[in-house]
């Protein structure tokens, strides 16, 4: 198998890239754009954008999805308080929610002040669901994966509101599939093969004739001729703003109070700490998919944003990649199944490429932790990420306020900042965090 020589990944990624002459990964080579760009220029083609979809009146300009993590506040920050458009927020309810993942989305609505509409799916469709795309893809996650990219579309839909603002696309942060210049937009064919891991609820309905029985409306893509009608479109902040997840989830917390969490699977303290499985359980089906798991994500990433050298990459995925998942025994409960039914369905799809059978244990034939590379990245800042105090520590809001009315007094600590939000300091701080 081969890697890259800067960063963690190898050549069979799930979302496809290449490795060019240099032994450099395209995900690599597309991320030095975010080192050369003039981003001030790129941000005027973001706010040209915005103007074509202003309304008057109360109505609003663009749907923006979020969940109780993963880069929402900021997303709904640049949407709200930079752009000054008026967004109606949507979030597909995932059904693994933290206790910490419904307060961070409690407080997203009152700092922002914005209307959110949430779609939760009969639970047990949920568990249906899980049953099937175990069987055929190994997932706990396509539910999760289905339903935030295609509730948001059909809410657009609904509403006629035809733009919608997502944070970063994976294709060009992740494995440089395209380039930030390509402006590239929100696909059906991207859902379904990336994703979706190639299947569409429709796929499924025709391999497991049982969910015949159950709505599975939350997940079907809405049809060219209504997104055509409404005129929708997606773009994604991350071709316009140079994106770093873990500078713009520090600003969050100093302004807004996010609030973080330790994980099983990863350093990273930020993203995903709205879901229990999602660095836990979930993460060990990845690592058994794909031969690696979240932290060789997070630890690439932030090599490439030079806070942390190839080796000390290495070590970080050394540390995390084989952990413990906490949450099992939590997804185990409510599926009703035992671990060794579960891992029977996870263990048909391994890759053989990473694992073999020897005997009755799975044994990891090749590793990034086998290659000695030592990369051409000299670190520039520390990467550290913190754990914040919860904002209101006695948390006593959670039993009468949060979870129903999603309010709080706006006096006292939980008050969000009284400040003239400016496109002039924004940039200021997002491109001043550029380290060329
Ligand atoms: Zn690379």
Not at 144 to 156: H, I, M, N, S
Not at 229 to 254: C, P, T
Not at 412 to 425: D, L, Q, S, V
């Amino acid at each position: 198998m081969k890697y890259c020589k800067r960063c963690l990944y190898p050549e069979n990624h799930p979302l496809n890239l290449v490795i060019d002459d240099e032994g450099i990964c395209s995900g690599c080579r597309v991320h030095e754009e975010k080192d050369i760009f003039d981003w001030r220029t790129r941000w005027k083609r973001l706010e040209a954008i915005a103007d074509a979809y202003r309304t008057p009146g109360q109505s609003y300009d663009c749907i923006v999805p979020v969940s109780g993590g993963r880069d929402s506040y900021f997303i709904v920050h640049v949407v709200k308080n930079i752009l000054k458009l008026k967004p109606l927020l949507v979030s597909y309810n995932k059904h693994y929610n933290t206790p910490l993942g419904i307060r961070n989305t409690a407080y997203m609505r009152i700092a922002f002040n914005c209307d959110l509409v949430e779609r939760t799916t009969k639970p047990q469709t949920i568990r249906a669901l899980n049953r099937a795309t175990l069987e055929s893809m190994g997932s706990i996650y396509w539910h999760v994966l289905a339903g935030r990219t295609a509730f948001p579309v059909k809410t657009a839909v609904h509403y006629k509101i035809p733009l919608i603002i997502w944070g970063a696309h994976q294709g060009v942060d992740q494995v440089g599939m395209f380039s930030h210049t390509e402006e590239v937009e929100m696909t059906r064919k991207y859902r379904k093969n990336h994703d979706l891991m190639g299947m569409e609820a429709e796929d499924l309905l025709r391999a497991h004739p049982k969910l015949n029985d159950l709505d599975l409306d939350t997940f079907f893509y809405p049809d060219d001729s209504d997104l055509q009608r409404v005129g929708v479109r997606g773009i994604y902040l991350n071709n316009f703003i140079r994106w770093d997840s873990k500078a713009q989830h520090e600003r969050m917390i100093r302004n807004f109070g996010y609030e973080t969490h330790s994980q099983a699977g990863t350093f990273d303290t930020y993203n995903d700490i709205d879901c229990h499985h999602y660095s836990g359980l979930h993460d060990r089906i990845k690592y058994a998919k794909c031969g690696y798991g979240k932290v060789t994500d997070h630890a690439t990433r932030e090599i490439r944003l030079k806070r942390l050298s190839r080796q000390q990459g290495l070590d970080l995925v050394k540390a995390y990649a084989d952990h413990d998942a906490p949450d099992e025994q939590l997804f185990l409960d409510w599926q009703g199944m035992s671990h060794d039914e579960l891992w029977e369905l996870i263990d048909q799809h391994r890759n053989p490429l990473f694992w073999e059978k020897d005997g009755s244990t799975w044994r990891q034939k090749n590793s990034v932790l086998d290659t000695t590379d030592a990369g051409d990245i000299t670190p520039k800042e520390e990467c550290q990420f913190h754990i914040t105090p919860s904002r209101a520590p006695e948390q006593d809001e959670n039993q009468y306020m949060l979870i129903g009315k999603g309010y709080v007094h706006e006096e006292g600590p939980h008050r969000p900042p009284a400040k003239e939000w400016t496109t002039r300091t924004f940039l200021d701080e997002v491109t001043n965090n550029a380290l060329v």
